[in-house]
């Protein structure tokens, strides 16, 4: 299986590299940014080319030199970065989705594109939101991944592209920085509770929103793929999810290991809104019994390792 990575360099591909390359081989996974970070073990492990994904010659040029047969299309912008610059939101979203899609069509590749839990908006059932359901996003972030699933589907029915994929939760990580999400605090208060004992929280301390810790994220992106197609009856939207919690439960587990831990709240007026607007959890039923989903972490077991990890990457480091 020859697989190329787009936007390989955020939260998400600077470990699905590493795992793909251990699963199919280094010279067999191409992994590509926009940027070029020499330092990141996702440029240095194997073959690496800088790449636009909007530019669609330049990829099917790559799809084609490497006879790639599998496409891992992770380049997006999100949620408050997105708010922030809506039209450059649709821009790369949009615009780098079809241009893989039609690249994939060209050259018969399957393709893997994660939507997420801003798919969903206010109007959606909050609690245990079904898999099938309202969908009226109101951020562009939202609006873009609605498209893209809705895209993804389109190119299946109407091509027979093997589309797939998963709306993520917050993805809990330790090795890239998220960067311009609305879940980013929880991935931020463990590097704050290991450096400084004390976190200031943008979003209030009861908002629930679903999250999930990298490790389940990846096998998620990778067992979907390996997926029986016989059993899907769903394709690019699968409600995934291991956990929901909000800023106070996540602090009070922490404090089982940091005693001392301290949060306070400085609420940034547009992530709350954007987080308001999404589920407080999913139901992920669909998932479980197409393709065998199931989660291995919960708060308390990533609480624990993200913890030990980045204390442990202190203690080397100082
Ligand atoms: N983690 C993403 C965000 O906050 C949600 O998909 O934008």
Redesign the pocket.
Known sequence: MRILITGALGQLGSELAPALRERYGVDNVIVTDIRTDSQSPAVLGGPFYTLDCRDGEALTRLVKKHRVQRIYHLAAL???TAEANPQKAWDINMNGLYAVLETARTEGCSVFTPS???AFGPGTPKEYTPQDTLQRPTTM?GVTKVTGELLCDYYHHRYGVDTRGVR????ISNVAP?G?????YAVDIYYEAVNKGRYTCFLKGDTYLDMMYMPDALKAAMDLMEADPGRLRHRNAFNVTAMSFCPEEQAAYIRRHIPTFEIDYRIDPVRQA?ANSWPNSLEDYAARVEWGWSPEYDLERMTADMLNTLKARQIKHS
Do not use: H, K, Q, V
């Open positions: 999100l949620s408050a997420s839990i801003g972030y993520f939760p917050g993805i998220p311009g999400g609305t879940t980013d954007i």
